[in-house]
């Protein structure tokens, strides 16, 4: 009876990650650019020699669920506004990240609705400092008007004519679906990815989050019932385990 007990157990375990992720990315649909993420079920025997007793080979076990990132873009909507920048399909913007082992982290978004911020540097929605092609931030003179091109040179107009800033870093992030990505969106592998000559944004244009708040609270209602049906698979062992005892003993 312990073998359906922790085959219900683990599958309760996984039911509780799956709610976990669904509901970061309800959070997030309202957020540009945002992709969200699925979760990757398994089952598997464990292997007999864990135990000495080769009594773990015969317990199924719901395997720790693997997170995914679709590459499915979202949905791109004109906005009018010249600092807004959507990416094409496989292209991520380069941002500063947190400071990990004493230094600070090159990570990727494809959060567009850009801005000079207080310290007079351009910066995403999330206040992540954008990286130029050499990995710098791009410094604005106070007061100018910024204009990004399609091939993301930063610009702003000038006495004789354009004064170019920089150039955003764009990557190819292909390679960035089998990551594990932070739970605002934002990937930071351990190198940093170079820069894609090739990639192109649109200007005027914001690109949504890759799924619904409708979607998110479907799934999310789903996994719920899942989680409801282990708890309650547990319980239907215990008392079929109390039965078994009572009929095995002396009164039974």
């Known amino acids: 009876m312990d073998r359906l007990i922790y085959t219900a157990l683990t599958g ?44 773990w080979g015969a317990r199924a076990q ?4 693997s ?25 991520w913007l380069a941002v500063q990240g947190p400071v990990i082992g004493g230094s600070v982290r090159e990570g990727y978004s494809r959060r567009g609705d850009l801005a000079v911020n207080g310290a007079g540097v351009l910066a ?46 764009l990557v190819d992030g292909s390679s960035l679906a089998s990551r594990d990505k932070a739970g605002d969106g934002l990937f930071l592998p351990e190198e940093p990815l170079p820069a894609d000559p090739a990639a192109l944004v649109e200007t005027g244009a914001l690109e949504s989050a890759n799924l619904t708040a409708a979607e998110a609270l479907v799934q999310l209602v789903e996994e719920q019932r899942g989680f409801e049906v282990n708890a309650r698979l547990i319980k239907l062992a215990q008392d079929m385990d109390e039965q078994g005892a009572r009929l095995m003993g002396p009164n039974g």
């Open 124 to 169: 995403n929605g999330d206040g992540r400092v954008v990286l130029n092609s050499n990995g710098a931030p791009i410094s604005v003179p106070p007061g100018s008007a910024v204009s990004i091109g399609r091939d993301g040179t930063v610009s702003v107009a000038g006495p004789e004519g354009p004064q170019i800033l920089g150039k955003l870093k």
């Open 12 to 55: 309760l375990s996984a039911r509780a990650r799956e709610s976990v992720v669904t509901a970061n990315n309800l959070a997030n649909a309202q957020v540009p650019g945002f992709r969200r993420d699925v979760v990757a079920q398994e089952g598997r025997y464990l292997a007999a020699r864990a135990a000495a007793d080769g009594a």
């Open 62 to 65: 719901v395997g720790a669920p």
């Open 67 to 91: 997170l995914a990132t679709p590459q499915q873009p979202g949905k791109v909507t004109a906005t009018g506004r010249e600092l807004d920048i959507a990416l094409s399909g496989r292209h």
